[in-house]
């Protein structure tokens, strides 16, 4: 399972989500389901637009944990 921790890295940059979704031209409802994990995907470089604004990187956004059904 892939974790987002956009709301870690949004809260250690002191930026919200309105700003945020301003900054990447999308809507905060979009940004909104990417930060609550409500997404099934992802585009890279809508990854990658955040990565930029947020001075980070994917692994920083990202975290992985195996599902029980995994194991």
Same mark, same amino acid.
């Given at each position: 399972?892939?974790i987002?921790?956009?709301?870690r890295?949004?809260?250690?940059r002191? +930026?919200s @989500?309105r ?5 990447m031209? =999308?809507s905060e409802?979009?940004l ?7 997404i099934k995907? +992802?585009r @890279?470089d809508?990854l990658?637009?955040?990565c930029? =604004?947020?001075d980070?990187?994917?692994?920083d956004?990202l ?5 029980d059904?995994? @194991?």
């Amino acid at each position: 399972m892939i974790i987002i921790r956009l709301d870690r890295v949004m809260a250690d940059r002191k +930026i919200s @989500l309105r700003k945020l979704a301003m900054e990447m031209d =999308i809507s905060e409802v979009n940004l909104s389901r990417i930060k609550n994990g409500k997404i099934k995907s +992802i585009r @890279l470089d809508t990854l990658n637009k955040m990565c930029k =604004i947020l001075d980070c990187a994917p692994k920083d956004l990202l975290d992985f944990r195996w599902d029980d059904d995994d @194991l």
